[in-house]
């Protein structure tokens, strides 16, 4: 029903940033939260970021002031702008929508050295 294609990963070092981004085709008008995950090697997923339909955000501790989601309801997309990137972000990050049932990307591997 949805299918998503994430891009904009790479590798930067501590102190840069990059912007992900995640685009959604399919049944995309029934959308409604999307959020970014990361699962570093060794542990488990954990979530990074939510925003609504109306454009409500939130964010893991660890990412506040640091990390900006936002999204474009006409062309379907979420993005993530990542700055003052540390080591510890590096990790695959996905994409994950609500739309009556939650589906996920294929991810994309952020590497920060330091």
């Known amino acids: 029903q949805v299918q998503l294609v994430e891009s904009g990963g790479g590798l930067v070092q501590a102190g840069g940033s990059l912007r992900l981004s995640c685009a959604a085709s399919?049944?995309?008008?029934?959308?409604?939260?999307m959020d970014w995950y990361r699962q570093a090697p060794g542990k488990p997923r954990e979530w990074v970021a939510q925003?609504?339909?109306?454009?409500?955000?939130t964010y893991a501790d660890s990412v506040k002031g640091r990390f900006t989601i936002s999204r474009d309801n006409a062309k379907n997309t979420v993005d993530l702008q990542m700055n003052s990137l540390k080591p510890e972000d590096t990790a695959v990050y996905y994409c994950?929508?609500?739309?009556?049932?939650?589906?996920w990307g294929r991810g994309t591997q952020v590497t920060v050295s330091s």
């Open positions: 925003i609504t339909r109306r454009g409500s955000t």
């Open positions: 399919g049944s995309a008008s029934s959308i409604n939260a």
């Open positions: 994950r929508v609500n739309s009556n049932a939650f589906y």
